[in-house]
């Protein structure tokens, strides 16, 4: 294993979401220039995430699944109007000439 790798500088630091307030101590070497208190009473370095599994839909099951097949229905049908259209506007250009 290569030596000198790792960062030197792992401390206890409090992540929160931002979306939801909900917040983890855990041990990382990411920077910040805040700081917020723990519920142990000691204050911590605080890094404010926009998403995590608090928030994630994955994670939390409020997932939204896409109909596909009606998107594709749905897109069959315009094209289908639209060569109506073309037809028509074709066939209307033939009769004036």
Same mark, same amino acid.
């Given at each position: ?12 630091? !409090?992540? &929160?979401?931002?979306?939801?307030? *909900?917040?983890?101590?855990? &041990? ?22 926009? !998403?995590? +599994? ?7 099951? *409020? ?5 596909? +097949? ?6 069959? *049908? &315009?094209? +289908?109007?639209?060569?109506?259209? *073309?037809?028509?506007?074709? +066939? ?6």
């Amino acid at each position: 294993m290569k030596s000198d790798i790792h960062p030197k500088n792992y401390r206890l630091m !409090i992540f &929160r979401d931002s979306s939801n307030s *909900q917040q983890f101590l855990t &041990r990382s070497c990411a920077h910040t220039n805040l700081s917020a208190k723990w519920e142990d009473g000691n204050e911590y370095p605080l890094y404010l995430m926009g !998403i995590s +599994a608090f928030s994630h839909p994955f994670y939390t099951g *409020q997932q939204k699944f896409v109909d596909t +097949a009606g998107r594709v229905d749905k897109f069959t *049908q &315009r094209a +289908a109007k639209t060569a109506e259209m *073309q037809a028509a506007k074709a +066939a209307g250009g033939k009769k004036k000439a």
